[in-house]
């Protein structure tokens, strides 16, 4: 089952910010969140919001390699 959802943030973050917003999918509604952790930079922070999530959505881009295999091997960890 495929859904789509738009959340549009429009102020700037910092290093690592916090969105949430209420949603409603087929009659359920659920509270998103969405955490902007930047990178590992921070291997605490980014290991605490991973570990607390529900699941969790990678974005990297397709022009760098390294990008690539950092969302790699996170995947393999998580």
Do not use: N
Not at 21 to 37: H, P, Y
């Amino acid at each position: 089952m495929l859904h789509c959802m738009k959340l549009r943030i429009l102020d700037e973050p910092t290093q690592d910010d916090e969105w949430s917003k209420w949603v409603s999918l087929e009659g359920t509604s659920a509270e998103l969140q969405v955490a902007r952790t930047a990178s590992t930079d921070i291997p605490d922070m980014f290991a605490y919001t991973m570990r607390r999530a529900e699941g969790f959505v990678l974005l990297y881009s397709i022009t760098s390699r390294g990008c690539f295999l950092v969302v790699k091997e996170i995947t393999k960890e998580y």
